[in-house]
């Protein structure tokens, strides 16, 4: 189904979404990461490890941003 501009319901947005929400994905997917950094280096996959490097980079650039205004890419 298509919406045109200002059709869109908003429940499907995601106004409703609070910064706590948001400051607790960041800090599951530094865990998660870090536990896929540990296996992949365990059970020598590179796959694992990379992914979870790069949630880990995400996850704290997510959360420092919220919490101390870091903005490294501009308006990202």
Do not use: N
Request: overall charge positive.
């Amino acid at each position: 189904m298509r919406y045109r501009e200002g059709e869109i319901p908003k429940e499907q947005m995601a106004v409703h979404a609070s910064d706590d929400m948001l400051l607790l994905s960041a800090i599951l997917g530094f865990f998660i990461g870090f536990v896929l950094v540990y296996l992949g280096r365990k059970g020598r996959q590179m796959w694992m490890w990379v992914w979870g490097l790069g949630l880990v980079a995400c996850s704290i650039y997510l959360g420092l941003s919220m919490t101390v205004g870091l903005k490294l890419f501009g308006h990202f």
